[in-house]
């Protein structure tokens, strides 16, 4: 079974910065699309930012400008920046690993264990 280490979140003031930061086995990372994903309380969980293999990346509208997901191979570390945080980012934020459009495709997705992130003064 495939483990996704999650770390990073807390308690931060609206406008502060948090670094979150996830690390998978180099058999998936260096091929699946990492993502993050979030859930606030009563909410469905929604997309944030996805970085695929080659450093592709696709972001939430409403994080754009503000968040910034990178990956590092050397460390199988994906990497979510996020800066200008709002009272509205505060959810429980979960790492993913996706083999949609790779030679895995149909194979599980991967999920972390969620980090929580509050914004609040």
């Known amino acids: 079974q495939e483990q996704l280490v999650e770390s990073g979140g807390g308690l931060v003031q609206p406008g502060g910065s948090l670094r979150l930061s996830c690390t998978a086995s180099?058999?998936?990372?260096?091929?699946?699309?990492m993502g993050w994903y979030r859930q606030a309380p009563g909410k469905q969980r929604e997309l944030v930012a996805t970085i695929a293999s080659r450093d592709a990346t696709n972001y939430a509208d409403s994080v754009k400008g503000r968040f910034t997901i990178s990956r590092d191979n050397s460390r199988n570390t994906v990497y979510l920046q996020m800066n200008s945080l709002k009272p509205e980012d505060t959810a429980v934020y979960y790492c993913?690993?996706?083999?949609?459009?790779?030679?895995?495709?149909?194979?599980?997705?991967?999920w972390g264990q969620g980090t929580q992130v509050t914004v609040s003064s």
């Open positions: 993913n690993a996706d083999p949609k459009d790779t030679p895995f495709e149909g194979g599980p997705n991967y």
């Open positions: 180099r058999n998936i990372f260096l091929i699946y699309t």
